[in-house]
């Protein structure tokens, strides 16, 4: 039992995946203009992270190797397809605010990672645990995101007003805001020496796909050094 | 003998001039301009230029205390941007506004980059973008002065939307009596302090001249106005043009080194000024040209590097 809840912890904490895996950074950014959305877009990754999760662990020895992309994308597509049909019908006003982005998970690399990394080298159990993980972690920092953004940028958090709107920074919760508010928010996690992908605290995994650069780096070198070790 | 024999690495070329004292012409070339906002605005107008100043100079000091780095507010620059933002701002804007505007511009733009130098844009500008997008109302609602035709919108919004042109009137383009931003009104202050400028060297006539050219050039082929100079005029004297080419294109952090790359950068600055003037959503798009064409700045520097004395074509 202790392994399934030390995946969901890792999730969470250990390899948060926006704030030390730096990956999903694309619905990050864009779907975080309010602490609501931010709740609405995690949620609905995790539930598709979970089963997709579960799903390609359990079909891991049915799919050919060559062809376990297209197999493993065809699992996630039709979860999204579901999650999409039942955000339509019971959750209306988010699933319109979330827009181009709920069918937009299929391509998050938080989805594919996990099933890549994780998914197809374990059993489908502990998979569901690891995507439960991740996607509360997942959820967890879109919602800081989105709080900071809505608190500053709209002066209200899950809609209840603190600051009057005379005195809010409206360009937060535009574009720009989200890209310095999530600099920001790196740059004090990097100043606390918290693990990251990009302070090399954290050791990158090779299957990272992310567009961060340091990673890619750190990648590099990464093999070098460990043959240096062994000899 | 010791001297002659200096080993040092480069600049080699060197001068007494240093940072604050172009720094401080550069605040002396703004203050006539600034006299005039005040005077024709009053008190806010004085409160705003005084507290964005202070808020600028004390964010960097504040900044580079918090980080344990050299204190750098002697050098003025902190002070240039202050100035700069209140200058291009709407006199009557709550004081608290701008001063945001300035904590951003040093903070965010400035030192995050590494400070003075190190910086890829404007730093004014681009806090001067910030307010804009975040302060649309406050930032584009301007005082009108007096009874006029075209009170409470700019010449240029006025004639973006298609107003009567006799009601333009070049000499209160050219002297300021026409609603805008603080220190962008009087053209004749402002050319007062370029002048200044130019003949202290601290800016060349190069990068301003070649830009006003290039948007007086644009507006003349696509304004619309087929070739009508009282029109021609207006486009250049209304707005922040003169102030942006005179003060803030002429940026040294954020324009070009190399000669021919000057040039480039002025002729793209002056083509997305008019771009955004005459086909953009807004009458006014000096900042935007500025900031947009401060990030092709490394590229022109790099595409542009002079050939050195005895070697033959490329590389």
Not at chain 1, 111 to 127: C, K
Not at chain 2, 34 to 57: M, S
Not at chain 2, 217 to 246: K, P, Q, R, V
């Amino acid at each position: 039992m202790n392994k399934y809840i030390e995946r969901i912890y890792n999730g969470i904490v250990k390899e948060n995946p926006t704030f030390i895996l730096m990956l999903g950074m694309c619905p990050t950014l864009a779907t975080t203009t309010s602490a609501t959305n931010a709740i609405g877009m995690g949620l609905s990754t995790t539930a598709v992270l979970m089963f997709s999760n579960m799903l390609i662990s359990g079909l891991r020895n049915i799919i050919p190797n060559r062809v376990r992309l297209p197999g493993e994308i065809v699992v996630i597509a039709s979860l999204v397809t579901i999650v999409q049909l039942l955000m339509q019908a019971y959750t209306p006003a988010i699933y319109e605010s979330l827009g181009i982005y709920i069918p937009l998970i299929v391509v998050n690399c938080i989805i594919l990672g996990r099933a890549e990394a994780y998914a197809l080298f374990n059993t489908p159990v502990i998979s569901f645990c690891d995507g439960l993980g991740m996607g509360i972690g997942f959820t967890f920092s879109l919602t800081v995101l989105g709080a900071v953004r809505e608190l500053i940028g709209a002066g209200s958090i899950f809609g209840f007003q603190i600051i009057p709107s005379d005195y809010t920074i409206g360009i937060f919760v535009l574009a720009p805001g989200a890209f310095i508010v999530l600099a920001f928010l790196s740059a004090i996690q990097n100043k606390l020496k918290l693990p990251s992908a990009t302070n090399g605290g954290q050791e990158v995994p090779e299957f990272v796909t992310s567009g961060d650069v340091m990673g890619a780096f750190n990648q590099k070198e990464a093999p070098a050094s460990e043959i240096k070790k062994e000899a | 003998m010791k001297k002659m024999l200096n080993l040092s690495s480069n600049p080699h070329i060197r001068d007494s001039v240093t940072t604050a004292e172009i720094m401080r012409d550069v605040v002396i070339a703004m203050i006539p301009t600034a006299l005039y906002g005040i005077i024709q605005w009053g008190v806010n107008a004085a409160l705003v230029v005084l507290l964005t100043v202070a808020c600028a100079v004390l964010s960097e000091y504040a900044y580079e205390k918090f980080m344990k780095m050299q204190i750098t507010i002697g050098d003025w620059s902190a002070a240039v941007t202050g100035l700069i933002l209140a200058l291009n701002c709407p006199p009557d804007i709550p004081v608290w506004i701008p001063c945001v505007g300035s904590v951003f511009a040093i903070i965010v733009i400035k030192m995050l980059y590494g400070g003075l130098g190190k910086n890829w844009m404007n730093p004014a500008l681009g806090a001067r973008c910030f307010l804009l997008i975040s302060f649309a109302g406050k930032m584009t609602s301007f005082t009108p002065i007096g009874a006029d035709a075209m009170s409470g919108a700019t010449p240029l919004a006025y004639m973006k939307n298609g107003g009567d042109m006799a009601n333009v009137n070049l000499m209160n383009l050219f002297l300021g009596r026409i609603p805008g931003t603080i220190g962008e009104v009087s053209k004749l202050c402002l050319l007062i302090g370029a002048l200044y400028l130019i003949v202290k060297k601290v800016i060349s006539p190069k990068i301003p001249c070649i830009y006003i050219g290039t948007v007086a050039l644009f507006t003349l082929l696509f304004g619309g106005h087929g070739f009508d100079l009282y029109y021609l005029a207006s486009e250049i004297l209304g707005g922040g043009l003169i102030f942006g080419a005179f003060f803030m294109a002429t940026d040294y952090v954020t324009s070009p080194i190399t000669p021919n790359g000057q040039v480039v950068y002025a002729v793209i600055l002056g083509i997305m000024t008019g771009l955004f003037r005459l086909f953009g959503g807004s009458a006014e798009g000096v900042s935007y040209a500025i900031i947009l064409t401060n990030i092709l700045v490394p590229v022109i520097n790099l595409k542009t590097i002079p050939r050195a004395f005895g070697r033959e074509g490329d590389k």
